[in-house]
Every structure is written in C-alpha cells, then in structure tokens.
C-alpha cells in the first residue's frame, strides 16, 4: 500500500500546475481542523501509542485522497481539484515525515535511556559480585583462621611437671606462668629453644669426634691392608730356611689352603690351631685336598667381628643352591683333618663340608678296634645325627620331601659339628650364620668330651675282657665297702644281641620302654652260690648305654630256679642297689669302673639274698629284714665285719 502511495504522489508531482479560483470549502475547514489537531509541537510528548494512531489515521486520510484524485482524473478532470488534493497529500506527507522523525528521536531517547539503566544494572551486578568475592574471601579467611595449626602442635614439649623442675627460674618463672596459659606455653617453648641449641651444640662435638675416628681408622686399615702382601712377601723369604731348618708352622704348610676352604672349615681350621697350640698339645690340625679343583664361592657371610670381616672376603660361602634328594651330595675338595691323641689311642676325625646342603660332616679313622663311629654318638643327648641340623636342609627336594642322610661312607652330620664350625641353630636366627664366637665356646668342650669317651670306651672294654673270663676287679679304694671273701661266683657273662635281650627281659619287666634303649651292648650274666645245699644262680641281663658312663649300664634280673616267688618278689631290691644304691655312693673318679663296681655289687647283694631266704649265715647279720618292706642289710660294715641296713 506505501508503494502505491508514493507512486501516486510522485505521479501527482508530474502533473502541470492548476490554476483554481480561490473559494473556501468544506475540505480546507477539515484539513485546518486535521493540521491543528495533528500539530505536535514537542517529539517528547508523543507517545508511542499516540503516535501510532496519529500515523494510521495520516495514512487512512492520504489513502482517501488519493482514492479522491484517481476517480477526478477517471471522471472529468478537475484541476483545481486535484492540486488541492495534492496539496492536502503533500501536507499529510510532511507529517508523516514529522512523526517518522519524532519516532527517531523516541527511539533514541529510548536508547539512551535504556542504556543509562544497563549501565547502573551492570555497575549494581559488578558490586553484587564483587560482594560476593569479599564474602567468599572472607569464609576462606575464616576457614584458615580454624584450620590453622602452629608450628608448636608439632614440637613435643615436656610436661609441665618436668619443665618446672628442669628450667630455671630466670625462664620458668612460676609466680607468672602458673597462673597464666599462654606465657607458661612461651616460657616452655623458650625453654625447648635453649635446650635444642645446647644439644646442637653437643652432636657437633661428637659428628667432629667421630669424623676424627673414620679418619683415624681410615689410616689404621690401609695400614693393615698393606701388611698382607708384605707378610706374603717374608714368608715367600722364610721358606727356604724352613726347609733347610725342617720348621712346620701354620703359614708355611698350609698359608695356601687355608684360604680356599669354606667359612665353616675355615672358621674349625683356625680355632682348633689355636687351641692345639695353646691348651692342648694332642691336639693336630691340617688340610687335605686340591685347592685347583675348588669350587666357585660367594661372599655371602655374615660375621659378628672384624675378623671374621676379613675371613668372609678370604673364604666367603658356598653358593645355596638345593638339589633333588636322589642326586649325589656335592662336597668340598679341602678337608680339615683333626688328630687326637689320648691315652695311647690315636683317633682322626676328618671334617668336610657338604655345600648342598650347608652342613658339615665327619668321619673317623682309628687304629683300635673298639673305636667306631658310635664313639662320637650322642656327646649332646639326642645327638645321633638320625636327622639334618639345617631345618632348611630337610626341604631340598621339594615342599614335604626330606633329604636322609647317607651314611655309606661313614660320615655323620651332628649338632656338635656344627657347634665347632661356628653355627648354632638353636638361638632362633631368621637367617643362621657361622660365627667364630661360636666355634671358640664349643671346640674346648667337644674335645674334652671326645676324649673322655675314649678313655671311658677303653676303660670299659677292659672290663667287658676281665668278666668275659669271669674276673671281677673293683679298685683298691672301694674294697673296704665289701667282705673279703665272697661264696658267690660269676658263673657266666657274654655278649648277646638287642632281640635275644628283649625276649629274655620284656617277660619279668613288661614295662620296660623299649623305644629308650639304644643299640650298643647287651650281655647275658649269671651268678651262681654252690656252697649251699643246693646250687642257686640268678641270670641278670645288662644293657650298657651309648653314653656310658654318663648313663650308667642297667641291670635286669629275671626269675631262676630255685628261687621261690615270695623271695622273687624281692629281687626288685637287688636291682635298686645295683642300679641305683651303689651309684649314688660312688666317686667321679670310680666312674671309669662302674661296670666291674655293679658286678662285685651283685654278687655282694645275692649272697646277702641267699642267707636271707635260703638260711645260710656265712656272714653275721644283727637283722635280716627291717620295716614294712623287710628290707635287707646290704651295707657291709668293715671294722666290725657285719651287714647292715642302710
């Protein structure tokens, strides 16, 4: 509709002027009444509304004269008409043209205004948030002031009690600090202060007293590691007048070997060259085997002094390695070879270790007889070598397999053993390791008991010779303790074997515990009385322990004829005099004869028991039986000749 407007008016412009005769009419009263009505003299004052209508009712009227000037031009031309009407469209045009610029600067105004209020929107927003920040700041602020821990929460204070009696007065000040929490945690916190200084102070002498000894042991041990080769260099000089001078000494026989053996051997070769050099001249020590054919060694020892500092980084250890239990057990190619010398008997044990499984095992060679390998059997009680010391030992060939110890070439792993080579498995140690202490403590108590079971083992098959051809011989000393003259006679006494033992024993002593008896020796001994109307004998049966005479032997007596039951029933006495009694009153000394002691004893104590029940009186008697028991007087009395009770 603008589009048809504006051609209409532009055609109207085209059109020549006409000329009308002035007259007044009805149309220019209503254009003076529109003009003055539509006369807006201020733009600020318009409304939008208003001005809307205005501008409807503007375009409503152009409209309309346009309408009015097309129907002139299509009917009869009126000229006057038209330019009148034209003039009304210019007029309704020019107001339009008023309010489009009115509606511009509204909307200007409009704009300024709406940018003036953003402006304070936007600066009431920034306060809003910077508000916002200082509250969020100062909850931070609040949440660090509760949150905040000084440095003192973290320093361990003494107590109040004994800071009071520690500091001194000058920091303590009790009149002020009692009663006031905050200059007491001062005065404690100044009192901790002094306190650190003084101590500072105190291990800055001692870090400058130990930098002074590293120092000085520094200089020591480059001192002592030169001594080696020039040791090595006077011996290398020392040998040819060893030779010509025919001198043995441990740094010429064996300087290179005892370098390559094992730490156990190593730790056994030194301690026993030191005891046989300084306690004990029966006492020899040396090695056997080729150093070439030495295996390979780790260094893995741990020892408990500089010496033994030295001898890990010399020797060092084998490596562990475990193999299966059917295999062949690796040894080492160097032995340590100890002679013993005692009573004229000469015994050699030779120790070699087992690197597979970390044990040391021994064996003995002898030039006697009756010196085997029980002679080292069970110098500790239960120490048979039955089973592995090394608990690690028994697991080589998988989680429950055991590894059993064999001994076809007559070697055994005791506890002792490892005792002497430096290792002790009883102390509990996560991880045992051999130690020189060790083997020092125990050498001196293992040679002294192998030597005194060799005399004791010699002694007592002296014996066994002396009764086997029916001779019972006690020492002098202890012949006061019998009579004289005895009618009792060993009538019998020979070897027999565990199971002819146990047969002919288990029947009178059922309970006898049978898991207890070792293997050793068994003999079969009968005594015999024929002075009397009729022969009476007693057969006794002796079971000599492993560890005689520390466990002395023991004698069973069985049931013989003619001996009665009541009587039988009292030969339990006969055996706690002979096992027990006659022990209890004996010397240490005597020990090395007990068993010829027991035998004297028997036939002592039977003959008692024989005039007893059998009515002889051979010897005098004041009493026979005495006390509920009816006991028997077995004690002989010398000066006065009789047999008394005890």
């Known amino acids: 509709m603008y589009k048809l407007i504006i051609l209409t008016f532009y055609s109207c412009l085209k059109m020549p002027p006409i000329k009308r005769k002035p007259k007044t009419s009805v149309d220019e009263t209503n254009d003076g009444a529109v003009k003055k009505k539509l006369h807006i003299s201020d733009a600020s004052a318009l409304d939008a509304i208003s001005t809307s209508s205005n ?28 330019k009148n009407l034209r003039a009304e469209v210019i007029v309704l045009f020019s107001f339009l043209k008023r309010i489009n610029r009115n509606s511009h600067v509204q909307c200007k105004a409009a704009r300024d205004h709406t940018l003036e209020i953003k402006q304070k929107v936007d600066g009431v927003y920034l306060e809003l948030l910077n508000e916002q920040y200082e509250i969020s700041h100062l909850k931070k602020e609040i949440s660090r ?160 002094d500089d010496d033994e500092d030295r001898m890990s980084q010399q020797s060092g250890s084998v490596n562990k390695t475990y193999p299966d239990s059917k295999k062949k057990l690796s040894y080492h190619s160097l032995k340590v070879i100890l002679n013993l010398s005692c009573d004229e008997i000469n015994v050699v044990l030779t120790f070699s270790y087992c690197m597979s499984l970390d044990v040391t095992f021994v064996s003995i ?38 590894v059993s110890v064999s001994n ?79 009618a009792t006679k060993l009538d019998k006494f020979k070897q027999i074997n565990r199971d002819a033992f146990l047969i002919n024993v288990t029947p009178s002593h059922p ?20 002075d009397l109307c009729q022969n009476i004998e007693v057969k006794c049966y002796i079971h000599i322990p492993l560890r005689c005479p520390n466990d002395p032997p023991m004698f069973y007596i069985v049931k013989s004829h003619p001996i009665q039951s009541e009587a039988w029933r009292n030969t339990c006495e006969l055996e706690e005099q002979i ?26 104590c039977f003959e008692v028991f024989t005039d007893k029940y059998f009515k002889a009186s051979d010897h005098a008697y004041p009493s026979l039986s005495r006390g509920r028991c009816r006991s028997s007087p077995f004690i002989y009395h010398r000066e006065s000749g009789l047999f008394l009770h005890q």
């Open 55 to 82: 501008c409807r009712e503007i375009i409503s009227k152009i409209n309309d004269a346009m309408t009015k000037i097309l129907s002139i031009k299509k009917d009869d031309f009126d000229a006057d008409a038209v």
């Open 145 to 304: 002031c509760l949150d905040y821990k000084s440095k003192r929460e973290s320093i361990n204070l003494i107590s109040e009690e004994e800071f009071y009696k520690a500091a001194p007065a000058s920091i303590s000040k009790p009149e002020e600090t009692k009663g006031n929490e905050h200059l007491l945690t001062l005065a404690r916190l100044e009192f901790e202060l002094s306190e650190r200084k003084r101590l500072n102070e105190a291990r800055k002498i001692i870090e400058h007293q130990r930098n002074e000894l590293l120092r000085e042991i520094d200089t020591k041990k480059s001192l002592f590691d030169s001594f080696l080769p020039r040791l090595e260099s006077i011996i290398n000089v020392a040998k040819p007048l060893e030779e010509e001078l025919g001198i043995s000494t441990i740094l010429s026989d064996n300087f290179e070997k005892h370098f390559h053996l094992p730490t156990p051997l190593y730790i056994l070769y030194t301690q026993l060259k030191g005891y046989a050099g300084l306690c004990d001249r029966d006492v020899s020590v040396k090695i056997e085997g080729d150093v070439v054919n030495n295996p390979s060694r780790g260094a893995n020892v741990d020892s408990d």
């Open 365 to 402: 060679a002898h030039s006697e007889k009756f010196i085997d390998q029980s002679i080292l059997h069970s110098l500790y009680e239960s120490d048979t070598s039955e089973c592995l010391p090394n608990p690690a030992s028994n697991f080589v060939s998988g989680e429950n397999d055991t």
């Open 408 to 486: 076809d070439a007559f070697t055994f792993c005791y506890k002792w053993v490892q005792l002497i080579c430096g290792r002790d498995y009883v102390q509990h140690e996560a991880k045992p390791q051999w130690k020189t202490v060790v083997s020092r403590t125990y050498i001196p108590k293992i040679i002294v008991l192998i030597k005194a079971r060799i005399l004791h083992r010699s002694q007592m098959l002296k014996q066994i010779a002396q009764l086997t051809k029916l001779k019972v011989n006690i020492p002098d000393e202890i012949k006061h303790s019998y009579p004289p003259r005895l």
């Open 511 to 530: 309970n006898i515990m049978k898991d207890e008896i070792d293997d050793f020796m068994f003999f079969e001994c009968v005594v015999n009385r024929s």
């Open 579 to 604: 096992n027990f009694s006659v022990l209890s009153n004996l010397d240490a000394i005597h020990y090395g004869f007990v068993l010829s002691i027991q035998v004297h004893h028997l036939l002592c």
